[in-house]
């Protein structure tokens, strides 16, 4: 019940089919599905790429919006019979970024409630961004430092990891 | 005959020796090899590099110049006993967006005509563009949303994907 | 004794965790611990991150700087006994670029070195700079094209090489 084993992570590059992955194996559990969106509309173009997403996952999936108090959601929506699905970790870490949060402790928070162990599993979907140029803009270079170590922090607790690309999953652990 | 089974996605990072990797499978296949380049020499160096990687090649190759219509060539050139490697498709999409083109459309009409089947065995080379920093100018982030897509319809019609790192090969899928 | 089949190769992103995961290879092994560091010290933040870095890895490690002349300090250092860790290539390359060297000829040196046989195993960390968008500027072009061909050379004479990412490593070869 709860606890690391029961953690997934699923990283992958931009247009990976990462997170069409990731639907599928929370879709094929046979848990309710429960989508936690990290992303928020910001215009309509937004807005309707949201709609459009939302639609596609089907009635089966409920939505739940977490685009700053991640840990405080997983908490509150993990349950037995539910399987969580989180997209994504790197938009999730630029709107803490955007709203001057302490980034390093909202992952460390984050952290501290996967290892204590929720009611039900949950898999989180997050964009590798570090296998490029070191970015020019000091922003960007925090960006991707504070994505790669959280990424090792849930990898080290996930049961299993797999890294997407061209669709294709790989399976680093687990 | 044709068919998917019969593709070859070879994907990988700048300098990472995918295209002489690819060179390698389709040179020890028994085939005769053909080259399918979709770079265009604007300039007097890149005319220059063309003729050396053609000299590198050796005589054995013969080389077709697809800058735009890909679907149209691959459908020409295979042939039972010919062995077709495409480099690269970032290139292609890239002439696609500079000669404004509807990428989509082109993507989807090769995608339509290697699903059908061709006469004969192709390897396309790819460079993996999206796994750093979302970049800041619309043109590149839309470049990597068109790579990235067609990667995807490609390896899954693919029989054989190789995600290329230094020279070495990881198979992702067959 | 010496010989290609002694080296190891740590490739991996930004905050991959491929510094800790190489740092516990050499550690594990039994063998005195040398820390290879190509960065140097440019201002007081460098300074006090390097020398985190060097109390972090405790007592048992050596630390000897090498920012230009990688192939005679490991001609120099290596050992039967010792484990040399090299971290990291990428700004090995970076320096030489800064230092107006001929980067081609280094890089050749190196890997002819390493080819020759060092007196005790030698493991080089290096970044994996390829899987983004093509820089707009000519020095980053130029960068990752040398990175990627060195890489290329190391891996061809490594009896070992890992991707790391998200702290997991995937064995390439050996």
Known sequence: MGGPARLTLVLGGARSG???????LVAGSGLAPVYVATGEAHDDEM??????????????????????????????????????????????????MMAGRDVEAECGALGAALEAGLAGP????????????????AMARAFRDHAGRLHQTIAALAG???????????KMKG
């Open 18 to 24: 990462k997170t069409a992955f990731a639907e599928g």
């Open 47 to 96: 807005a309707a790429r949201i709609a459009r997403h939302r639609s596609d996952r089907g009635p089966a999936w409920r939505t739940v919006e977490a685009p700053l108090d991640l840990a405080g959601t997983l908490r509150c929506e993990a349950e037995a019979g539910r399987f969580l699905l989180v997209d994504c970790l790197t938009l999730w870490v630029t709107n803490l």
């Open 122 to 137: 949950v898999l989180l979907v997050s964009n590798e961004v570090g296998l490029g140029i070191v970015p020019d803009n």
């Open 160 to 170: 299993t990891v797999y890294f997407v690309a061209a669709g294709l999953p790989l």
